[in-house]
């Protein structure tokens, strides 16, 4: 069977609940953590953590791009970008790379600033520390989704383009008619069309939010 671009779009309607999931479990590991004392520390650490899950979440969003360039992608088909009204930071890799390269950069923010840091915050008790690694682990959901779906898809390449929410998988295997639940199938292509998009882009939409944000929480650091 000739190879063929096989295009997915992510559900976020179906994909929402997993984080919503995460989230409870995440919350649930906290209070076993600090016990008796977990609604102070959490009020006490609150601000600092909304100060720092931005840039928390960039920091995620660039473990996703080093690991696709050590394991094969050119930095230079690396795009950045923020669009909050579809509810993502992204990292797009902009052409074709293997399967184990895609694998890996999906769990890499999930361990080294999830697992990883979790265990640290913990051993060396610092809530800020474990309240930025929980919340990035229930980011993940859609990471670890997309790694649950391609891990069982054996003989692939992997490409993005300019949706940040849709991604190409260029195989001879037939998944048009595959259950992947939490991703949609939109169809196939012979070629993608990559347009050559800025370094980084941020939608007008983000950066008046990210504005926002920020005005909050210095009023809010300034305050307190």
């Known amino acids: 069977m000739k190879k063929k671009y096989y295009i997915f779009k992510i559900n976020n309607n179906t994909i929402g609940v997993?984080?919503?999931?995460?989230?409870?479990?995440c919350c649930i590991l906290f209070f076993l953590i600090y016990r008796e004392n977990s609604m102070k520390i959490f009020d006490d650490n609150t601000?600092?953590?909304?100060?720092?899950?931005?840039?928390?979440?960039?920091?995620?969003?660039?473990?996703?791009?080093?690991?696709?360039?050590?394991?094969?992608?050119?930095?230079?088909n690396i795009t950045y970008g923020i669009v909050l009204e579809k509810g993502v930071m992204c990292c797009l890799c902009k052409q074709n790379i293997k399967r184990k390269n895609i694998l890996i950069s999906l769990?890499?923010?999930?361990?080294?600033?999830?697992?990883v840091t979790l265990?640290?915050?913990?051993?060396?008790?610092?809530?800020?520390?474990?309240?930025?690694?929980?919340?990035?682990?229930?980011?993940?959901?859609?990471?670890?989704?997309?790694?649950?779906?391609?891990v069982r898809i054996k003989n692939f390449e992997y490409s993005e383009f300019d949706d940040p929410t849709s991604f190409a998988l260029y195989t001879n295997e037939n998944l048009s008619s595959?259950?992947?639940?939490?991703?949609?199938?939109?169809?196939?292509?012979?070629?993608?069309?990559?347009?050559?998009?800025?370094?980084?882009?941020?939608?007008?939409?983000?950066?008046?939010?990210?504005?926002?944000?920020?005005?909050?929480?210095?009023?809010?650091?300034?305050?307190?």
């Open 18 to 25: 997993y984080p919503i999931i995460l989230l409870v479990v």
């Open 47 to 76: 601000l600092l953590s909304c100060a720092l899950i931005i840039p928390y979440l960039i920091l995620h969003e660039l473990l996703h791009s080093f690991a696709y360039v050590i394991h094969g992608a050119k930095f230079k």
């Open 107 to 115: 769990l890499y923010p999930f361990i080294l600033i999830g697992i």
């Open 119 to 150: 265990i640290i915050g913990i051993i060396f008790n610092i809530p800020v520390l474990v309240i930025l690694s929980l919340l990035n682990i229930t980011g993940c959901a859609g990471d670890l989704t997309m790694f649950y779906h391609l």
């Open 178 to 224: 595959r259950k992947m639940t939490g991703l949609d199938y939109v169809g196939t292509k012979d070629k993608l069309d990559i347009k050559d998009f800025r370094k980084l882009y941020l939608s007008k939409s983000s950066i008046l939010l990210l504005i926002f944000i920020a005005i909050i929480i210095i009023t809010g650091l300034i305050i307190e």
